[in-house]
């Protein structure tokens, strides 16, 4: 299952890797398309590289998809690292009034049954 998701995943990073260098602009078409419509309305009059934060530049999203996932050593080859293993939480009481606890016999039921006599 964990081949599935790296081999998965590779193929995302490629795709996405592939999507980013075909960019004509020093952003994505998206943006660009934002840009062009704010510029119609007369909202822009300036290059749409003084607005955008250089996280939304093509050499930002080319380093983030720059490297390939490794695989990874099964969980027996993992080095142990000293760390005490995690606990689970510790169960706090809810306040508030407690639900009813019903005693139920096990003649009585729900419903009366009567018989039908003619």
Known sequence: ????????????????????????????????????DNKKEGHLEQDPDDYLHRYYHKDTYLKTYKYDLHPINESHEWTKSGIEPLLPPIEK????????????????TRYRSQKITT
Do not use: H, Q
């Open 93 to 108: 009481t809810i306040l508030g009034r407690p639900k009813k606890n019903r005693r139920k016999s096990g003649t009585s």
């Open 1 to 36: 299952m964990l081949e599935e998701i790296r081999v998965n995943m590779m193929i995302r990073i490629v795709a996405k890797r592939k999507k980013c260098s075909s960019w004509k602009y020093n952003y994505g078409p998206l943006i660009k398309k934002k840009f062009d």
